[in-house]
Protein backbone atom coordinates (compact mmCIF):
# COMPACT_ATOMS: atom_id res chain seq x y z
CA UNK A 1 0.00 0.00 0.00
CA UNK A 2 2.85 2.31 0.84
CA UNK A 3 4.76 1.73 -2.31
CA UNK A 4 1.78 1.96 -4.38
CA UNK A 5 1.11 5.83 -2.27
CA UNK A 6 5.13 6.28 -3.56
CA UNK A 7 4.50 5.28 -6.97
CA UNK A 8 1.11 7.56 -6.87
CA UNK A 9 2.92 10.56 -5.32
CA UNK A 10 6.11 10.31 -7.91
CA UNK A 11 3.64 10.17 -10.95
CA UNK A 12 1.90 13.43 -9.61
CA UNK A 13 4.99 15.10 -9.04
CA UNK A 14 6.60 13.98 -12.93
CA UNK A 15 2.70 15.62 -14.27
CA UNK A 16 3.53 18.76 -12.62
CA UNK A 17 6.68 18.93 -13.35
CA UNK A 18 6.37 18.53 -17.30
CA UNK A 19 3.49 20.69 -16.90
CA UNK A 20 5.77 23.47 -15.77
CA UNK A 21 8.85 22.47 -18.21
CA UNK A 22 6.09 22.88 -21.01
CA UNK A 23 4.76 26.08 -19.80
CA UNK A 24 8.54 27.51 -18.89
CA UNK A 25 9.88 26.52 -22.83
CA UNK A 26 6.59 28.02 -24.62
CA UNK A 27 6.54 31.34 -22.71
CA UNK A 28 10.30 31.93 -22.80
CA UNK A 29 10.42 31.34 -27.05
CA UNK A 30 6.92 33.06 -26.47
CA UNK A 31 8.21 36.05 -24.55
CA UNK A 32 11.71 35.68 -26.91
CA UNK A 33 9.39 36.41 -29.64
CA UNK A 34 7.31 39.18 -28.33
CA UNK A 35 10.85 40.90 -27.10
CA UNK A 36 11.70 41.25 -30.82
CA UNK A 37 7.68 42.03 -31.57
CA UNK A 38 7.51 45.12 -29.51
CA UNK A 39 11.29 46.26 -30.51
CA UNK A 40 11.56 45.59 -34.08
CA UNK A 41 10.10 49.26 -34.85
CA UNK A 42 12.92 50.44 -32.49
CA UNK A 43 15.51 48.10 -33.94
CA UNK A 44 14.39 49.04 -37.55
CA UNK A 45 14.63 53.00 -36.53
CA UNK A 46 18.39 52.56 -35.15
CA UNK A 47 19.42 51.00 -37.99
CA UNK A 48 17.65 53.68 -40.41
CA UNK A 49 19.73 56.20 -38.13
CA UNK A 50 22.73 54.75 -39.15
CA UNK A 51 21.99 55.41 -43.13
CA UNK A 52 24.92 58.56 -43.49
CA UNK A 53 24.50 61.34 -45.25
CA UNK A 54 27.41 63.55 -46.37
CA UNK A 55 27.71 67.73 -47.41
CA UNK A 56 30.84 68.45 -49.32
CA UNK A 57 31.08 72.27 -49.66
CA UNK A 58 32.67 74.19 -52.85
CA UNK A 59 36.26 75.54 -52.20
CA UNK A 60 34.56 79.08 -52.01
CA UNK A 61 32.73 77.97 -48.94
CA UNK A 62 33.18 80.48 -46.19
CA UNK A 63 33.49 79.14 -42.52
CA UNK A 64 30.78 81.24 -41.69
CA UNK A 65 28.50 79.90 -43.84
CA UNK A 66 29.41 76.20 -43.29
CA UNK A 67 29.41 76.52 -39.11
CA UNK A 68 25.68 78.42 -39.80
CA UNK A 69 24.93 75.37 -42.14
CA UNK A 70 26.03 72.75 -39.23
CA UNK A 71 23.59 74.78 -36.02
CA UNK A 72 20.80 74.55 -38.82
CA UNK A 73 21.03 70.73 -39.57
CA UNK A 74 21.52 70.69 -35.75
CA UNK A 75 18.23 71.94 -35.42
CA UNK A 76 16.14 70.35 -38.04
CA UNK A 77 13.44 68.26 -37.40
CA UNK A 78 14.53 65.37 -40.02
CA UNK A 79 18.24 65.79 -38.06
CA UNK A 80 19.76 63.06 -35.36
CA UNK A 81 23.32 64.77 -35.24
CA UNK A 82 25.11 66.96 -37.57
CA UNK A 83 28.97 67.16 -37.48
CA UNK A 84 31.24 69.24 -39.16
CA UNK A 85 33.97 67.81 -40.64
CA UNK A 86 37.29 70.11 -42.02
CA UNK A 87 38.93 68.98 -45.12
CA UNK A 88 42.62 67.85 -42.81
CA UNK A 89 40.40 65.89 -40.52
CA UNK A 90 38.38 63.96 -43.47
CA UNK A 91 42.29 63.17 -45.06
CA UNK A 92 43.62 62.44 -41.36
CA UNK A 93 40.33 59.75 -40.99
CA UNK A 94 40.14 58.51 -44.51
CA UNK A 95 44.39 57.74 -44.16
CA UNK A 96 43.70 55.81 -40.74
CA UNK A 97 40.70 53.70 -42.74
CA UNK A 98 42.91 53.01 -45.73
CA UNK A 99 45.87 52.36 -43.86
CA UNK A 100 47.97 54.61 -46.27
CA UNK A 101 48.61 57.82 -46.46
CA UNK A 102 47.07 59.16 -50.15
CA UNK A 103 48.22 62.41 -49.14
CA UNK A 104 52.10 61.74 -49.27
CA UNK A 105 51.50 60.37 -52.66
CA UNK A 106 49.67 63.19 -54.19
CA UNK A 107 52.85 65.41 -52.47
CA UNK A 108 50.94 66.99 -50.04
CA UNK A 109 47.92 67.80 -51.62
CA UNK A 110 44.53 67.13 -49.81
CA UNK A 111 41.73 66.26 -52.80
CA UNK A 112 38.70 66.16 -49.77
CA UNK A 113 36.57 69.25 -49.68
CA UNK A 114 35.29 70.25 -46.05
CA UNK A 115 32.10 68.44 -45.27
CA UNK A 116 28.89 67.66 -42.61
CA UNK A 117 28.66 64.22 -41.66
CA UNK A 118 24.40 63.88 -40.94
CA UNK A 119 22.64 61.15 -39.51
CA UNK A 120 18.98 61.46 -40.11
CA UNK A 121 15.99 60.53 -37.81
CA UNK A 122 14.56 57.46 -38.85
CA UNK A 123 11.24 58.71 -40.07
CA UNK A 124 13.28 60.82 -42.35
CA UNK A 125 14.78 57.69 -43.73
CA UNK A 126 12.64 57.12 -46.62
CA UNK A 127 13.52 57.51 -50.65
CA UNK A 128 11.08 60.30 -50.72
CA UNK A 129 12.04 62.24 -47.80
CA UNK A 130 16.09 61.85 -47.87
CA UNK A 131 16.03 62.84 -51.42
CA UNK A 132 14.62 66.36 -50.80
CA UNK A 133 16.70 67.01 -48.43
CA UNK A 134 19.34 66.29 -50.22
CA UNK A 135 17.82 68.58 -53.51
CA UNK A 136 17.40 71.09 -50.62
CA UNK A 137 21.16 71.71 -49.61
CA UNK A 138 21.90 70.79 -52.64
CA UNK A 139 20.52 74.34 -53.74
CA UNK A 140 22.92 76.08 -51.61
CA UNK A 141 25.71 78.08 -53.67
CA UNK A 142 27.61 77.15 -51.28
CA UNK A 143 26.91 73.56 -50.93
CA UNK A 144 29.05 71.09 -53.95
CA UNK A 145 26.99 67.91 -53.28
CA UNK A 146 25.41 65.87 -50.94
CA UNK A 147 26.44 62.59 -51.19
CA UNK A 148 23.82 58.78 -49.64
CA UNK A 149 23.59 55.25 -50.63
CA UNK A 150 20.18 55.37 -52.36
CA UNK A 151 20.00 51.50 -52.66
CA UNK A 152 20.84 50.68 -49.61
CA UNK A 153 18.05 53.19 -48.08
CA UNK A 154 15.41 51.20 -50.34
CA UNK A 155 17.17 48.03 -49.75
CA UNK A 156 16.78 48.78 -45.50
CA UNK A 157 12.51 49.87 -46.16
CA UNK A 158 11.95 47.03 -48.03
CA UNK A 159 13.38 44.47 -45.73
CA UNK A 160 12.08 46.18 -42.41
CA UNK A 161 8.95 46.10 -43.95
CA UNK A 162 9.11 42.39 -44.95
CA UNK A 163 10.78 41.16 -41.41
CA UNK A 164 7.83 43.20 -39.98
CA UNK A 165 5.11 41.14 -41.89
CA UNK A 166 6.97 37.81 -41.23
CA UNK A 167 7.17 38.04 -37.61
CA UNK A 168 3.61 39.20 -37.07
CA UNK A 169 2.92 35.85 -38.94
CA UNK A 170 5.45 34.38 -36.94
CA UNK A 171 4.20 35.09 -33.43
CA UNK A 172 0.68 34.51 -34.67
CA UNK A 173 1.67 30.95 -35.27
CA UNK A 174 3.96 30.86 -32.26
CA UNK A 175 0.74 31.99 -30.03
CA UNK A 176 -1.52 28.79 -31.72
CA UNK A 177 1.45 26.29 -30.99
CA UNK A 178 1.70 27.92 -27.19
CA UNK A 179 -1.44 27.44 -26.51
CA UNK A 180 -1.72 24.10 -28.34
CA UNK A 181 1.26 22.79 -26.07
CA UNK A 182 0.46 23.87 -22.68
CA UNK A 183 -3.14 23.09 -23.10
CA UNK A 184 -2.01 19.29 -24.00
CA UNK A 185 0.17 19.24 -21.28
CA UNK A 186 -2.24 20.10 -18.63
CA UNK A 187 -5.21 17.82 -20.10
CA UNK A 188 -2.42 15.08 -19.66
CA UNK A 189 -2.08 16.08 -15.83
CA UNK A 190 -6.10 16.03 -15.62
CA UNK A 191 -6.04 12.76 -17.56
CA UNK A 192 -4.41 11.04 -14.99
CA UNK A 193 -7.18 12.07 -12.71
CA UNK A 194 -9.77 10.93 -14.57
CA UNK A 195 -11.29 8.85 -12.16
CA UNK A 196 -10.74 10.74 -9.32
CA UNK A 197 -13.08 13.18 -10.68
CA UNK A 198 -16.01 10.70 -11.85
CA UNK A 199 -15.89 9.26 -7.73
CA UNK A 200 -16.17 12.72 -6.53
CA UNK A 201 -19.20 13.79 -9.26
CA UNK A 202 -20.55 10.21 -7.76
CA UNK A 203 -20.87 11.38 -4.72
CA UNK A 204 -22.88 14.30 -4.93
CA UNK A 205 -20.02 16.45 -4.88
CA UNK A 206 -20.67 19.73 -7.98
CA UNK A 207 -19.13 20.55 -10.55
CA UNK A 208 -17.69 24.01 -9.51
CA UNK A 209 -16.66 22.38 -6.53
CA UNK A 210 -14.55 19.48 -8.55
CA UNK A 211 -13.06 21.88 -11.12
CA UNK A 212 -11.75 24.57 -8.42
CA UNK A 213 -8.58 22.59 -6.27
CA UNK A 214 -7.66 21.50 -10.43
CA UNK A 215 -7.89 25.04 -12.12
CA UNK A 216 -6.31 26.06 -8.61
CA UNK A 217 -3.39 24.02 -9.20
CA UNK A 218 -3.17 24.26 -12.77
CA UNK A 219 -2.64 28.30 -12.39
CA UNK A 220 -0.21 27.51 -9.47
CA UNK A 221 1.67 25.64 -12.25
CA UNK A 222 0.91 27.99 -14.73
CA UNK A 223 2.52 30.56 -12.46
CA UNK A 224 5.80 28.86 -11.44
CA UNK A 225 6.54 28.17 -15.31
CA UNK A 226 5.76 31.79 -16.35
CA UNK A 227 7.99 33.03 -13.44
CA UNK A 228 11.04 31.15 -14.82
CA UNK A 229 10.43 31.91 -18.22
CA UNK A 230 10.27 35.84 -16.90
CA UNK A 231 13.76 35.16 -15.35
CA UNK A 232 15.19 33.68 -18.21
CA UNK A 233 13.68 36.11 -20.13
CA UNK A 234 14.47 39.21 -18.12
CA UNK A 235 18.95 37.51 -18.93
CA UNK A 236 18.14 37.91 -22.69
CA UNK A 237 16.68 41.12 -22.86
CA UNK A 238 19.73 42.36 -20.07
CA UNK A 239 22.52 40.76 -23.01
CA UNK A 240 20.61 42.35 -25.47
CA UNK A 241 21.03 46.12 -23.49
CA UNK A 242 24.94 45.09 -23.72
CA UNK A 243 24.70 44.07 -27.82
CA UNK A 244 22.81 46.56 -28.61
CA UNK A 245 23.19 49.62 -25.88
CA UNK A 246 22.27 52.33 -28.14
CA UNK A 247 18.66 50.91 -28.10
CA UNK A 248 18.58 51.59 -24.08
CA UNK A 249 15.97 48.69 -23.95
CA UNK A 250 15.95 49.04 -19.93
CA UNK A 251 15.17 52.03 -19.93
CA UNK A 252 11.91 51.65 -22.16
CA UNK A 253 9.79 50.92 -19.19
CA UNK A 254 6.82 50.33 -21.04
CA UNK A 255 7.33 47.45 -23.44
CA UNK A 256 9.23 46.25 -20.43
CA UNK A 257 5.93 46.08 -18.05
CA UNK A 258 4.17 45.09 -21.54
CA UNK A 259 6.04 41.97 -22.60
CA UNK A 260 6.44 40.70 -18.46
CA UNK A 261 2.79 41.53 -17.62
CA UNK A 262 2.12 39.44 -21.56
CA UNK A 263 4.21 36.69 -20.70
CA UNK A 264 2.62 36.14 -17.20
CA UNK A 265 -0.81 36.92 -17.53
CA UNK A 266 -0.92 34.43 -21.16
CA UNK A 267 0.70 31.41 -19.02
CA UNK A 268 -1.56 31.69 -16.01
CA UNK A 269 -4.81 32.52 -18.57
CA UNK A 270 -4.25 29.44 -20.80
CA UNK A 271 -3.07 27.13 -17.57
CA UNK A 272 -6.92 28.62 -16.00
CA UNK A 273 -8.68 27.45 -19.30
CA UNK A 274 -7.18 24.57 -19.87
CA UNK A 275 -7.91 22.92 -17.00
CA UNK A 276 -11.40 24.23 -16.99
CA UNK A 277 -12.39 22.90 -20.21
CA UNK A 278 -9.96 19.30 -19.67
CA UNK A 279 -12.27 18.67 -16.39
CA UNK A 280 -15.63 19.70 -17.71
CA UNK A 281 -14.81 17.21 -20.96
CA UNK A 282 -14.35 14.57 -17.69
CA UNK A 283 -17.11 15.52 -16.08
CA UNK A 284 -19.65 15.18 -19.06
CA UNK A 285 -17.91 11.48 -20.09
CA UNK A 286 -19.99 8.97 -18.49
CA UNK A 287 -17.79 5.66 -16.50
CA UNK A 288 -17.21 3.30 -19.18
CA UNK A 289 -16.10 6.21 -21.37
CA UNK A 290 -13.14 6.95 -19.12
CA UNK A 291 -11.19 4.08 -20.04
CA UNK A 292 -10.95 5.10 -23.26
Known amino acids: MASHERYQKRRLFNSYFWVVVSVFLVLFLLGIMGFFLLNSQQIADHFREQVPMSIYFKESAKDVEMRQLEKTLQMAEYTKSAVYVPAEEGAKKLVEDLGEDFIANLDGFNPLPNSIDVRLNANFVTDGEIEQIAQDLTSKDYVQEVQYDKPLVSLLNENVKRITFWMLVIAGIFVFIAFLLINSSIRLSVYAKRFT??????????????????????????????????IALAGVVYWMNDFIPELEILKNYQMLAILFIGVLVFGVLISLLSTFFATTRYLNLRTDELYY
Open 197 to 230: IKTMQMVGATKGFIRKPFIWTSVKLGLIGAIIAL
